[in-house]
């Protein structure tokens, strides 16, 4: 099973920049894409931005051109640097690792305490 460890939020200004960080540990397939992910309260969670094991990136329109996604494949390590950031950004955020799966890509990790990310106005 994968362990999955996020940190790096805050709380923080709109406007401000924050740069989150997640190391995966345990079975890691080969050509494992990772992702961030958020849940707003009474929202259901949502991907934000995948990379894969290529470093081809895909990003949720309302994040696009402020988030960046990056990973190290050597320490399993994914990170998102988080700038312009707006009050509808709070949410916790999580992290995972996928592999491709019927057209799609399942996330197979544990998903971990995630970390929270608050921008007040």
């Known amino acids: 099973q994968v362990q999955l460890v996020e940190s790096g939020g805050g709380l923080v200004q709109a406007g401000g920049s924050l740069r989150l960080s997640c190391a995966a540990s345990?079975?890691?397939?080969?050509?494992?894409?990772m992702g961030w992910f958020r849940q707003a309260p009474g929202k259901e969670r949502e991907l934000v931005a995948r990379i894969t094991s290529g470093l081809s990136t895909n990003y949720a329109d309302s994040v696009k051109g402020r988030f960046t996604i990056s990973r190290a494949n050597a320490e399993n390590t994914v990170y998102l640097q988080m700038n312009s950031l707006k009050p509808e950004d709070t949410a916790v955020y999580y992290c995972?690792?996928?592999?491709?799966?019927?057209?799609?890509?399942?996330?197979?990790?544990?998903w971990g305490q995630g970390t929270q990310v608050t921008v007040s106005s």
């Open positions: 995972n690792v996928g592999t491709s799966a019927g057209g799609g890509v399942y996330w197979y990790g544990k």
């Open positions: 345990g079975t890691i397939f080969r050509n494992s894409a």
